[in-house]
T-cell receptor, first 114, second 112 residues
Framework: DTGVSQDPRHKITKRGQNVTFRCDPI?????LYWYRQTLGQGPEFLTY????????KSRLLSDRFSAERPKGSFSTLEIQRTEQGDSAMYLC????????????FGPGTRLLVL | AQTVTQSQPEMSVQEAETVTLSCTYD???????LFWYKQPPSRQMILVIR??????QNATENRFSVNFQKAAKSFSLKISDSQLGDTAMYFC?????????FGKGTRLHILP
């Protein structure tokens, strides 16, 4: 399977705990995006990378959230001191710079904060 | 603010019928991309069809076609000969500044 992969697919945690999600983009894609999708809503942009550089962060991305793409390949999204409002599906997508309009999405990580 | 509005939260149609999903959007840009994405239950988001705003011709992909009305900022999706596998959430979206902005979605049920 050469598509975008995400790990874990599901995560249940207690309020106050830290969680980390991983995204592996399509291998030749230099852009990687994170979106968040809450129940009954469409995905909302969080942040994106071009290679290892983080180019933009949404105001939705509070100080408790941090994303990295250290070698320009996989990316991690960490949430510190989770809150119940963080419960959502976290989607990763990737694209080529030259074809930025075509973003390929991964299966998502569903987070439940108790 | 740039927004995408899908006025139909949920729709049901019989298999083999044609269905049209509505979408309006708001942007001050002249050139942009519009999309319809499909999200089946518990499965990942898939691009259904894409339209470049500067192209007047409506995009088509097999049973899927769009009616793009740029002046009205309308971008509807028509699914012909609907199949059970078309059951999914459908999101209208557009791209600007590298970010995809999604509507809230329309849940489509294809009934046998």
């Amino acid at each position: 399977d050469t598509g975008v992969s995400q790990d874990p697919r599901h995560k249940i945690t207690k309020r106050g705990q830290n969680v980390t999600f991983r995204c592996d983009p399509i291998s030749e894609h230099n852009r990687l995006y994170w979106y968040r999708q809450t129940l009954g809503q469409g995905p909302e942009f969080l942040t994106y990378f071009q290679n290892e550089a983080q180019l933009e962060k949404s105001r939705l991305l509070s100080d408790r959230f941090s994303a990295e793409r250290p070698k320009g390949s996989f990316s991690t999204l960490e949430i510190q001191r989770t809150e119940q409002g963080d419960s959502a599906m976290y989607l990763c997508a990737s694209s080529l710079v030259a074809l930025q309009e075509t973003q390929y999405f991964g299966p998502g990580t569903r987070l439940l904060v108790l | 603010a740039q927004t995408v509005t899908q006025s139909q939260p949920e729709m049901s149609v019989q298999e083999a019928e044609t269905v049209t999903l509505s979408c309006t959007y708001d942007t001050s840009e002249n050139n942009y991309y519009l999309f319809w994405y499909k999200q089946p239950p518990s499965r990942q988001m898939i691009l259904v069809i894409r339209q470049e705003a500067y192209k007047q011709q409506n995009a088509t992909e097999n049973r899927f076609s769009v009616n793009f009305q740029k002046a009205a900022k309308s971008f509807s999706l028509k699914i012909s000969d609907s199949q059970l596998g078309d059951t999914a959430m459908y999101f209208c979206a557009f791209l600007r500044d590298d970010k995809i902005i999604f509507g809230k979605g329309t849940r489509l049920h294809i009934l046998p």
